[in-house]
């Protein structure tokens, strides 16, 4: 098997290019993509303590992890189609003022 | 090492290439499209590494709700905002050494805080026989987190009425009094 190090820097290595992709993209479609692939690499940590420990509770973390990334999306996406209505771009750049 | 020893480290650097490459290209596609297939690519691949860690009930809710239902979503507001069509802002030079830069410090930061503070754990991962089946899974989570469970459903409703409820169209709403109005199409002005 493979050691349980691997993994976890594979992780890291993942969640850091979610924190450049936040960093870098003005689109915040894919700024939103990159919180997605840090909550990913979050779960394979989960994952792999889980399967280090042997215990299930990791797993169902990881499960209302994806749960609560689901209602996530959900409502950012909505949040995103608003600002559209209102601004006419998904640029982060644009995004400078709290009202409208 | 014998054969046998290797293949594990085989199909974990194939899969751990691949998901690096995928999240790499994620970020460096102009397209929103072909950045939410690149991050589909990343989701599966990861789900197949979960594979490999002895859950295959949430590497398959990994493919069914992250690659499925979350992508699909997404790809459904890119084409409803018309996000193909966008000019992609090119950042500037700075900003991408910097990004570059910062990410790099973050990530040698994570690996430098595990190895001082877990040493390395070399131990391998060893599955016990039926560990991570949906079996032992929904007995867990039925018995020990069921309180938990019950409250992802209050979680997924508000959820539901709060993205219904943003992306109503007040004005038109109180003007016509209608119920139900239809989604505009925004891009094709």
Redesign the interface.
Known sequence: ??????????S??????????V?????A??V???L??ML?AA??VL??Y???Y?V??G??I???V??????????G??????I??AK?S??V?QMSSLKG | MTFETTIPYLVFGVLALVAVASAVAMLISKDAVNSALFLVLNFATVGVIYLTLGAPFIALSQIAVYAGAIMVLFLFVIMLLGGEKFKPAIPRRSHIIFAGVLGAVFLLELILAYFVRYGNMTVPAVQAPGYGSPTALGMELFSKYALPFELTSLILLSALIGAIILTRDSKKEISSGETESPVEDENAS
């Open positions: 098997m493979v050691p349980v190090d691997y993994y976890l820097i594979l890291a290595i993942i969640f850091s290019l979610g924190v450049i992709g960093l870098l993209r003005s689109n479609l894919v939103f993509m990159s997605e692939l990913n779960n394979l994952i792999t889980a399967a280090y042997r299930l509770s797993q169902l990881v499960f209302f994806m749960i609560v990334a689901a209602a996530e999306v959900a409502v996406l909505a949040l995103l189609v608003a559209f209505r006419k998904v640029d750049d």
